[in-house]
């Protein structure tokens, strides 16, 4: 059974930083494409960022230069680093990970930016 966990939102005032991580079980990480996507009120989810197994990475521009995606394959997980945070970057934050018969979701982790 794959499983996606993810941490590290939380409450934080503009210009602060934070990391997101994502854990997988039931599932190698190594060969997948991952990526955050989010989704504010009232928005579709967008998404963030992606990064395939080869380590090529695409940024929505609205985060590019602010939000860094890694992998790390020892420990099955997914990283964002979000620095510059800004009050529109507030959104739950969803770990996704695709294979080729299926694509799986995490519950998502709140990150709020306060002005």
């Known amino acids: 059974q794959v499983q996606l966990e993810e941490s590290g939102g939380g409450l934080v005032q503009a210009g602060e930083s934070l990391r997101l991580s994502c854990a997988a079980s039931?599932?190698?990480?190594?060969?997948?494409?991952m990526g955050w996507y989010r989704q504010a009120p009232g928005k579709q989810r967008e998404l963030a960022a992606t990064?395939?197994?080869?380590?090529?990475?695409i940024y929505a521009d609205s985060v590019k230069g602010r939000f860094t995606i890694s992998r790390d394959g020892a420990k099955n997980t997914m990283y964002l680093q979000m620095d510059s945070l800004k009050p529109e970057d507030t959104a739950v934050y969803y770990c996704?990970?695709?294979?080729?018969?299926?694509?799986?979701w995490g519950q998502g982790t709140q990150v709020t930016v306060s002005s």
């Open positions: 996704n990970l695709k294979t080729i018969f299926r694509e799986y």
């Open positions: 039931g599932i190698l990480t190594t060969l997948r494409t």
């Open positions: 990064m395939t197994p080869s380590g090529v990475t």
